[in-house]
């Protein structure tokens, strides 16, 4: 099991800009797939990005060209940089880290970000 701790959450106005960070437990190499999802109020949980050992991303369509997601084996990290951000990005974001096809995965507790103006 890995433990994953989010940060970088918080209040920014529509246009701007929050890094989130994910901090694992253990290593994150032979780590399959690492991902970011989202819950917005009201609405189901959702993949917002994925990125697998080969460095596959994909991206849901309301972020594409916004978002990006990286990792960083050597500090057992995984980033998500969120540019030109809007009211509907808010949202409490998750990390998520497992196996091909999430056989297995573990989850972070989620950190809240908030786009208001």
């Known amino acids: 099991q890995v433990q994953l701790v989010e940060s970088g959450g918080g209040l920014v106005q529509p246009g701007g800009s929050l890094r989130l960070s994910c901090k694992a437990s253990k290593s994150l190499i032979g780590i399959n797939r690492t991902a970011w999802y989202r819950r917005a109020p009201g609405k189901v949980r959702e993949l917002v990005a994925l990125i697998d050992t080969a460095g596959y991303t994909n991206y849901a369509d309301s972020v594409k060209g916004r978002f990006t997601i990286s990792k960083d084996t050597e500090k057992n990290a995984v980033y998500l940089q969120m540019n030109n951000l809007t009211l509907e990005d808010t949202a409490v974001y998750y990390c998520?880290?497992?196996?091909?096809?999430?056989?297995?995965?573990?989850w972070g507790q989620g950190t809240q970000v908030t786009v208001s103006s």
């Open positions: 998520r880290v497992g196996s091909a096809g999430w056989g297995t995965s573990d």
